[in-house]
């Protein structure tokens, strides 16, 4: 009840028509209800009173214990006065304030009608022997239920005549003018004032209080309807109360006008902002679409300029995808090909041409979802473009997808889309370090990379996200673009490591949210799930260590207690601890998998990790990468042409201010920790040691340090505001980790230098670093000071990237190639026109993607390394180059079925610092190399001569087991004799 409602609803008895009193001149009628005849019963001495709280009658024994009163009397006071009698008389009530007929006011004593009890419910009344006037009854009567007769009765119901039935007294409740109600103490009115804090509250003459708004000014409360102020006005009449009086109605009228001017005032400013940011976000995307439209333009002109794409033949711009690029487009050509979609899924299921002499699930071994959708789409509607060129169509369109992804992770980081165009201008002109699209199409990354940074963007999205719900969606996306991603690129589930070992050390420390965290890497562990699942069981997946990891790191973050340790090096080296066992537990489990599961398809990726530090120059496999320029170390020219726009040099000098700010938010959280009290308290927390008169003091300091904040708050700092965004923070270290990658190995700079260039962008128009230093200059932060200094730096820089590049696009542009390889396509044409159609070919693993696409004929090796046995086969069927007896390689080809060995002089008179193959041939059988140096001591000479060299001359040894039937200048083909030829 709130307080002054007892008020309004006196008044509002005071408007109902008044029942008959005693002075009446009718004669008094007993009022009985027409369906009630049960006679009254005598009066009992139970003693009752009304309670206006509740609208019932209570018990006087206690008369707000019954009903959940919150205060009640104490067991000593006297309510009544007088002797001992059916009827006592109600004593003036002196304490407490807030209520009608409180504070003292004078009350004239006088007996009250009290209920009795009955058989059928306790609003039964009894007429009070004392006059009443109108206002004494109350209009309220009994609930319905207790007065209305069973429906089963009204059949036997005569209006005119006596019915038998239970009898229930109609007569109106009276209710004194002064009412007795609930005891408030002085603590619990404070209570009910604070209630009604932020509101205005008057005191009447009775001394109750009541909100002002209510009573004065009914206009402000806008919940109120023109009748009910036309109530309230005759309300006040009868006060003698004047509330048209003119001052009033034109003080409350002018104020009226007012509040109306400034709420449209508002309602202008509020639209006028809401059409700003939504024009201003349709041109930043309708700027990121033009800008991703021509970085795709461009990127296929070049490859159009290099190889003159559309004008050569087709064998030309097949044998154009070199390596295994060649092998994966294969596959999208034998799906086109197929009569249909189902047929061409199920020859896949069941290849064996890609690896002679075995027959293999083309799914499970190879990521080739993306050529499976290509094909399907084709099938379905193909613009009148011939497969090639709508495959490569296709690559380049997700190039612009690639850089929309950029673009819109700068905006987002920086609060301005013209962040994004700068990061465009940077990924165009570091293009050479971003992407190399434009020669090697059919590549994995090509198609995984443009998902891995919109995974990225999400993820850094949903950790600055305050939870909603629609964190799901969130979830869902993240889910989906990192299902994309990993199931394009074979490679990419190192990605997603890197990412869960950053977002668990980070939540480690307490940078991030330690929740948030675990769903992110439960959802990077359903799918690896869902790759498992959808490349039939891949035991490479299930195997890998972010599966082993994720569950690790979860136990460990949900086992960190809330409460930081005391001291900062206690915590480092409590969190280095956690991060090294969490590491060690995930090894051991997943050497576990891997030997439960028996899966060695990865070994060579760890052996290539540990020959980059421990030089092991005989491991065949290891050295087929480090020897490859892709594999070795970051080069120096790399850095120099990320330096030379400055996109490195600023992208670290702000990652160091980052790195700088998260670690003093770090230290002096863990500093904080350290303040605790001897008994193990909190400064500020009550404990149960603390005697009243702390607690008393404790209040007051806190109520004044709030007050303090409330009156003077205290703006943020540069370093927390810096540290508080959580998804700066998140790229921030995500891209230092794959910093660390591509250092250790060339190929995987494609993922850090979009991040160099993106966080370039980003701390140039930083509005952080822009509102520091332009309160460091004035002395007074100014956000549309700031807005305008930021943005126009940007333009600056966008037009002087621009004008400087430009020249150097223009050449580009101008410099117009064609492909021309007349040897490989004499090779091709030769194999297709002599050759049987199941006829298996051997060689080098880069020509044979080739074979296999331009002339479909099975071959028994291939570039694609993630698979033991293939390793073991290349390796053998490579002794072609090595020195080694013509009956061993006979036996070597005889055993995989090989009809036709190519043998290439580029490889077999190649000699460089003993990374050719023929040396990797060498050093791997135990053999002395070329260059006649023994190192390691282990090695000998071999008793053979090579055999590539040697099968040239045709002599009778060789001559026995090898025909050669093809010649030019960069190949040979020998023909695999039976014994019986």
Not at 81 to 91: A, I, M, R, Y
Not at 264 to 283: F, P, Q, V
Not at 605 to 634: G, M, R, V
Request: aromatic share 10%.
């Amino acid at each position: 009840m709130e307080p002054g409602d007892d008020i309004i609803d006196v008044l509002y008895r005071c408007g109902q028509p008044s029942p008959p009193t005693a002075s009446s001149t009718s004669p008094p009628i007993e009022h009985r209800h027409p369906y009630q005849t049960q006679e009254r019963r005598p009066t009992s001495d139970a003693v009752f009173a009304i309670s206006p709280t509740s609208g019932r009658s209570v018990q006087s024994g206690n008369p707000n214990q019954r009903y959940g009163s919150k205060t009640s009397p104490k067991p000593d006071s006297r309510w009544f006065t007088g002797t001992s009698s059916s009827t006592p008389v109600l004593e003036r009530y002196n304490g407490g304030t807030g209520r009608i007929g409180y504070n003292n006011t004078p009350q004239v004593q006088r007996r009250a009608s009290f209920t009795k009890p009955s058989n059928h419910s306790s609003f039964d009344f009894k007429t009070s022997p004392l006059p009443r006037s109108a206002s004494a009854y109350d209009s309220r009567s009994p609930p319905r239920h207790h007065r209305t007769p069973p429906v089963e009765s009204f059949g036997d119901y005569d209006p005119y005549a006596y019915n038998d039935g239970p009898f229930v007294d109609e007569e109106p409740l009276y209710v004194p003018r002064s009412t007795m109600v609930d005891i408030i103490y002085k603590n619990d009115d404070e209570i009910l004032a604070d209630r009604h804090k932020d509101e205005e509250l008057i005191e009447l003459p009775s001394g109750a209080r009541q909100r002002k708004r209510r009573i004065l000014d009914p206009r402000m409360d806008p919940n109120m309807s023109d009748s009910n102020m036309a109530n309230q006005s005759e309300i006040r009449k009868r006060r003698n109360v004047n509330p048209d009086s003119d001052a009033v109605s034109a003080e409350n009228h002018i104020s009226h006008e007012t509040a109306t001017l400034q709420q449209t005032d508002a309602n202008e400013d509020i639209l006028a902002h809401s059409l700003l940011k939504a024009g201003n976000m349709m041109a930043g995307l309708l700027v990121m679409v033009f800008l991703s439209y021509h970085f795709s333009s461009y990127l296929y002109r070049l490859h159009e300029n290099d190889l003159w794409f559309s004008e050569i033949m087709e064998v030309e711009r097949e044998i154009s995808f070199r390596t295994e690029q060649g092998l994966y487009y294969s596959y999208y050509k034998q799906l086109v090909h197929a009569p249909s979609l189902g047929t061409g899924l199920e020859q896949l299921q069941f290849d064996n041409l890609t690896e002679s002499t075995s027959t293999i699930n083309i799914m499970q071994r190879f990521n080739i979802y993306q050529e499976v959708v290509l094909a399907a789409l084709y099938k379905v509607y193909n613009f009148r473009l011939s497969p090639i060129f709508f495959y490569t169509y296709s690559v380049f369109s997700l190039q612009g997808l690639y850089l929309s992804a950029l673009y819109i992770l700068a905006w987002s980081l920086s609060g301005t889309w013209l962040a994004g165009v700068l990061t465009a201008i940077g990924i165009t002109m570091n293009r050479f370090d971003v992407t190399r699209v434009n020669f090697t199409v059919p590549l994995r990354e090509h198609f995984s990379l443009p998902f891995i940074f919109w995974q990225f963007l999400a993820v850094g999205h949903y950790l600055k996200s305050l939870p909603t719900h629609s964190d799901t969606s969130r979830l869902m996306a993240i889910y989906i673009s990192s299902l994309l991603f990993t199931i394009t690129w074979q490679f990419a589930q190192f990605v997603l490591l890197i990412q869960a070992l950053v977002l668990f050390c980070l939540a480690t420390v307490g940078i991030l949210d330690r929740d948030r965290v675990c769903r992110l890497l439960a959802v990077d562990l359903c799918v690896m799930v869902s790759v498992w699942y959808l490349q039939f069981y891949q035991p490479m997946v299930i195997t890998s260590l972010i599966v082993s990891l994720v569950p690790t790191a979860i136990l460990s973050l949900q086992s960190q207690s809330d409460n930081l340790p005391a001291g900062v090096a206690k915590n480092i080296g409590l969190s280095a601890a956690r991060i090294v066992i969490a590491v060690l537990i995930t090894v051991c489990l997943n050497t576990i998998l891997k030997v439960a599961m028996d899966q060695t398809a990865d070994d060579h990726i760890f052996k290539f990790l540990i020959n980059k530090l421990a030089k092991d120059s005989t491991d065949f496999e290891t050295q087929l990468y480090l020897c490859n320029e892709a594999f070795k170390w970051l080069d120096y020219n790399t850095y120099t042409r990320l330096s030379a726009n400055l996109a490195l040099p600023t992208y670290s000098i702000f990652s160091l201010v980052c790195l700088s700010s998260y670690a003093a938010v770090l230290i002096t959280r863990w500093k904080g920790a350290e303040q605790v009290t001897s008994n193990g308290a909190i400064p500020g927390m009550y404990v149960r040691s603390s005697s009243r008169a702390q607690l008393h003091q404790k209040k007051m300091e806190l109520e004044k340090d709030e007050k303090l904040k409330t009156e003077k708050p205290t703006k943020p700092s540069f370093i927390d505001e810096l540290s508080n965004r959580s998804d700066l923070c998140f790229h921030i270290g995500q891209s230092l980790a794959l910093a660390l990658l591509a250092m250790s190995t060339l190929r995987m700079k494609c993922f850090w230098s979009p991040y160099i260039c993106v966080l370039a962008s980003v701390g140039i128009s930083d509005p952080v670093i822009w509102t520091t230093i332009i309160a460091k200059i004035s002395g007074s932060s100014n956000h549309r000071v700031m807005n305008i200094l930021r943005h126009l730096l940007l333009i600056f820089l966008i037009v002087l990237l621009v004008n400087s590049h430009k020249p150097k696009i223009d050449q580009e542009m101008g410099d117009l190639r064609e492909f021309y390889d007349p040897d490989t396509v004499d090779l091709m044409q030769w194999i297709q026109q002599n050759t049987h159609k199941s006829s298996a070919i051997s060689g080098s693993m880069q020509l044979m993607a080739g074979v296999k696409l331009c002339t479909g004929r099975p071959i028994t090796n291939h570039p694609h390394f993630e698979d033991k046995r293939l390793r073991d086969r290349t390796r053998e069927l490579y002794q072609m180059y090595a020195k080694t007896k013509p009956e061993e390689v006979f036996n070597i080809l005889q055993k995989y079925n090989a009809s036709y060995i190519i043998l290439e002089d580029s490889i077999c008179l190649a000699h460089r610092e003993r990374c050719s193959l023929p040396d990797i041939m060498d050093l791997s059988n135990g053999h002395i190399p070329d260059d006649g140096v023994r190192n390691p001591s282990t090695l000998v000479e071999s008793k053979s001569p090579r055999f590539c060299e040697e099968v040239r001359y045709d002599t009778a040894e060789y001559r026995k087991w090898f025909r050669k039937v093809f010649e030019n200048k960069t190949f040979r083909i020998y023909q695999v004799l039976m014994q019986n030829e």
